[in-house]
């Protein structure tokens, strides 16, 4: 009695396994990378701050040129992203995607105040300026992905490409500046961006994360009226750098 139901026992076991890696090997959407075209939607997660260098010789800094890196600290936060796909099938292992969305961020800046020298008794190094920089950009990537031969319900890849930025929030046609506390960037801006992900296929669809970084390729800085002005003489260059994470449905 003992022996047959060890035998059942076993025999279940083996079954099972034999049944779960049968399951395994089975590949849901087959024909789904055939598609000269489809179409997705992607839902995510952004952190964007800036890369920011100085004009040489650093004639506006209160802070000992060693320190000059100091002048603006960016203090960054969470935003989303939003947006829906369009896939062009080039060869089996590359495709051309076009990817525009809504892309939300707050930054906060904080300007040392190069009004107030090492020269006045009155410094101590820890006058600033805040600004709040306030973003809604309209987001127009277009991606090459390329991908590996899929393996059973994964593949990974890698992606590359441009993008096109609008801001609605940039303030650029905005006569105030930072004498008025506003804080202005430029409208039009290009980026290029690197990442990889994996895709996965499930019955019904392809499920896609992905992390990628977003650099600026041009300087987003608007640059106030006064040309000596403390908050954007100093800086040479101002543009975004980003990490993004995009979850992709197919």
Do not use: C
Request: charged share 20%; no cysteine; proline share 5%.
């Amino acid at each position: 009695m003992k022996r047959s139901i060890l035998f059942v026992i076993i025999l279940f076991i083996t079954g099972s396994t034999l049944l779960h890696a049968q399951k395994e090997r089975i590949e849901h959407l087959q024909n789904f990378d055939k598609r000269t075209i489809h179409f997705g939607y992607y839902l995510g997660m952004n952190l964007n701050s800036y890369k920011i260098s100085y004009n040489s010789p650093f004639d506006y800094s209160p802070i000992p040129p060693a320190d000059k890196e100091l002048y603006v600290k960016v203090d960054q936060s969470f935003g989303f992203n939003i947006g829906f796909v369009v896939d062009y099938r080039l060869h089996k292992n590359i495709n051309l995607r076009f990817e525009p969305g809504l892309m939300s961020n707050t930054k906060e800046l904080n300007f040392i105040d190069a009004n107030i020298g090492p020269e006045n008794p009155e410094y101590n190094g820890t006058q600033i300026t805040e600004r709040k920089v306030s973003g809604t950009y309209l987001h127009l990537p277009l991606i090459f992905k390329v991908s590996t031969n899929r393996l059973n319900n994964i593949r990974p890849y890698i992606l590359g490409g441009a993008s096109y930025d609008y801001n609605f929030s940039s303030n650029e046609g905005n006569s105030d500046d930072n004498y008025d506390a506003e804080f202005r960037t430029k409208t039009s801006n290009f980026m290029y961006e690197v990442g990889m992900g994996v895709d996965f296929y499930f019955y019904f669809f392809k499920f896609s994360p992905s992390i990628r970084g977003v650099f600026a390729i041009n300087d987003e800085l608007k640059r106030d009226n006064n040309p000596n002005s403390p908050w954007t003489a100093p800086i040479d260059y101002l543009g975004t750098r980003g990490i993004y994470l995009n979850l992709t449905f197919e």
